[in-house]
């Protein structure tokens, strides 16, 4: 019996990737009859000469991106080997189930999308819980590491510490991968520099925990909050795909600056699609490092036909900010499929 994986190869793109990514899905696991962290060894056995990052992704599950968008699809275990090695206590991490309840709904108004008829009855993975982190004490950085290699933010951030090289894969662009759909690739540039640090408040969040919610900045860095990211690549969705997700939260009436991070993409939609934007919670900090990037709150509240649903999809490209010198690509132009022996 074989298990299956997909790899992002490092070179692919055009030579934009920097280090191999691997992805497997957890339904593939299940019927190997393996744990995720033996799912991990057995494809880190395929990369003996070099060094590669693994996320298990359950495809049936949701997960929240750091602006508080809900997406298909869960990181529920993530790892990194060096040379076929898990380190034992820092390679790999387990992403717990956090179970539904009132309260959670109560506490972060974003999770009301849980309950939509796009998600409502799915599993939820966020961040890894006390127990996953395990020797590790809490932090922000939900990360593993083994030898040079790193995988950071609940499988979302990989970098080779030894040659300083480090890619972003934006979560709904691993589900692109995942059901080879459609990619955006190039680099980060300031808009998603600026728009990582907009996120909202969480318990076990991905990336963030409580600290900061929805109309603060996470990243508090003035001016130069563009800079903090902007060179690295980049492995996105399809803009549309990202319009398409961000409607959905926009539809149940979830407003950005109050319940979701006041991110470019999300207040650029917002203003395209005629939604209401709470500009009075977006605090000073955060609108510097907006502005830092040309969007204003005088260009934001400048009256505007608004356009349906169906054509801010259509014109995502043009209403989406972010990502420089993107290059579309098919996943299965850019993501191999490959099987390794159990």
């Keep these: 019996m074989k298990l299956r994986y997909k790899v992002v190869p490092k070179g692919a793109a055009d030579g934009v990737v920097p280090i191999n990514l691997a992805f497997v899905d957890k339904r593939d696991v299940d019927d190997a009859g393996i744990s995720y962290k ?23 599950a949701v997960t929240v991106t750091s602006d508080g ?20 206590d820092f390679g ?8 539904y309840s009132e309260t959670l709904i109560a506490e972060e108004p974003h999770m009301k999308q849980w309950n939509s008829k796009y998600y409502r009855g799915r599993r939820l993975h966020r961040g890894p819980s006390p127990e996953d982190r395990k020797p590790l004490e809490s932090h922000n950085e939900h990360m593993t590491m083994t030898g040079r290699i790193t995988n950071n933010n609940t499988g979302s951030e990989m970098m080779n510490t030894v040659d300083m090289t480090e890619i972003l894969a ?24 600026v728009g990582i ?3 909202v408040r969480e318990r076990r969040g991905r990336i963030f925990g409580w600290n900061y919610g929805a109309g603060k900045t996470a ?7 563009k800079t903090v990211k902007s060179d690295y690549p980049v492995i996105a969705a399809d803009k549309k795909v990202v319009a398409e ?33 709470a500009f009075d919670n977006i605090e000073e900090s955060a ?11 005088e260009e934001l509240e400048k009256p505007s036909k608004p356009m349906t649903r169906e054509e801010v999809i259509a014109h995502a490209d043009e209403i989406l900010p972010g990502i420089e010198n993107g290059i579309k690509y098919k996943a299965t132009e850019v993501a191999e499929t490959r099987y390794v022996e159990l």
């Excluded at 809900?70 to 275990?77: I, L, Y």
């Excluded at 934006?170 to 998603?192: N, S, T, W």
């Design 245 to 277: 997700y961000t409607l959905r939260a926009l539809d149940i009436g979830l407003i950005p600056g109050l319940h979701l991070g006041c991110s470019p993409v999300v207040v650029s939609i917002a203003k395209a699609y005629g939604k209401p934007i």
């Design 92 to 99: 790999f991490m387990n992403v717990s189930e956090i179970p």
């Design 170 to 193: 934006l979560f709904i662009g691993q589900m692109e991968i995942m059901r080879d759909g459609d990619l955006l690739i190039g680099l980060a540039g300031p808009m998603v520099s």
């Design 287 to 297: 609108w510097v490092e907006l502005e830092s990037v040309g969007i204003t709150r």
């Design 219 to 225: 990243h508090n860095s003035g001016v130069f909050a």
């Design 197 to 199: 640090g907009m996120v």
């Design 69 to 88: 968008i809900m997406t298909d699809g869960a990181v529920v275990a993530f790892a990194c080997a060096d040379h076929g090695i898990i380190n034992k």
């Design 38 to 60: 033996e799912a991990c060894q057995l494809v880190g056995n395929d990369f003996r000469d070099d060094c590669v990052t693994i996320n298990v992704i359950d495809p049936d």
